[in-house]
Nanobody
Framework: QVQLAESGGGLVQAGGSLRLSCAAS????????MGWFRQAPGKEREFVAA????????FYADSVKGRFTISRNNAKNTVYLQIDSLKPEDTAIYSC?????????????????WGQGTQVTVSS
């Protein structure tokens, strides 16, 4: 069992930055692949970024490449999402998720554990 709690969201102007954190409970956090997803009003949840449990491989949606950076600190049971050059279209609820198998990192259905999410609002 893994419990996840996101923080770091807020209201920011376009061009600004935020650093989202996802704190995990459980001693086996280091063995979970971690992902960030977002859901804007009226839209389906979409993949944003993911990182393998080793921390050596990262993956990004095309829409965020070059602006978002995912990282993790297994000693602190935390995964981060650094968001730079924010755009109004980045406005959404951002959620972190964990999965323990080697299935696709992009598929929401493959993640067993989810946090409650943190709101990111970007003003133009």
């Amino acid at each position: 069992q893994v419990q996840l709690a996101e923080s770091g969201g807020g209201l920011v102007q376009a061009g600004g930055s935020l650093r989202l954190s996802c704190a995990a409970s459980g001693r086996t956090f280091s063995r979970y692949d971690m992902g960030w997803f977002r859901q804007a009003p009226g839209k389906e949840r979409e993949f944003v970024a993911a990182i393998r449990w080793t921390g050596t491989s990262t993956f990004y949606a095309d829409s965020v490449k070059g602006r978002f950076t995912i990282s993790r600190n297994n000693a602190k049971n935390t995964v981060y999402l650094q968001i730079d050059s924010l755009k109004p279209e980045d406005t959404a609820i951002y959620s972190c998720a964990a999965k323990s198998d080697s299935s696709s990192l992009y598929d929401t259905e493959k993640y067993a554990y989810w946090g409650q999410g943190t709101q990111v609002t970007v003003s133009s």
